[in-house]
């Protein structure tokens, strides 16, 4: 991962070019130092060349604290003629709002900003990799290379550990937050999403046999 994160670096301009000059956390960084960002991206579909992110929304973790302080959310202007079409049932984003955000290279600047040292947290994380990553290529010239922490993934290791093998919706967010008494947050809002995964993160932590970053990052 590393000698990957070195050539983007190379290559990098701008918000991503600043946040490659703050030094993320190592492989053996310690569970209880980690410091953390919980992502959630909402798109109007999940391919990144051809669909648009439409909302972001981070929260940061610290060790074992959830930091409501650094949290964040923007909504993002689309292109000229953009629609968010029958996307807008899962985002609820209306097209009013959408040309009301802000643009894309702000909220990347925004998110990259409060990543600066982190990892990643999020929940399935190929899409919020994947999408933020292609973003970062328009806006700054490189992919963004950071430890990522899934809390499917997760979930997924404890079931097998466990002998109960995931099916159907088992990895879901929403199931996943049932299992452990969580409360239930409304789906698709991309801070509530954030935050939702933030938490099955803790409980998590309390439960990981693990005891560094490199032990649990995708």
Sequence with gaps: ???????????????????????????????????????????????????QIVSMGWVPINGDVIDFSGAGYVVIRGSEGFSVGSSAVIHQLTDDEIAAGIDMEDALTQLLTALQGRAM????????????????????????????????TLERRHMERMSTYPRGEDLRLPRIRQRYGLPHYSNHQALSDALACAEVYLVHLSQLRAQRLGDIWE
């Design 1 to 51: 991962m590393f000698g990957r994160r070195k050539a983007h670096v190379r290559r990098a301009r701008g918000a991503l070019k600043d946040f490659y000059g703050v030094p993320g956390p190592e492989a053996s960084t310690s569970l209880k130092d980690l410091k953390l960002l919980a992502v959630d991206v909402e798109t109007t579909g999940l391919k990144p060349r051809e669909h």
């Design 121 to 152: 947290l999020a929940h399935f994380s190929a899409i919020e990799r994947d999408f933020i990553s292609a973003q970062c290529v328009t806006h700054f010239g490189a992919q963004l290379e950071v430890p990522i922490v899934d809390t499917f």
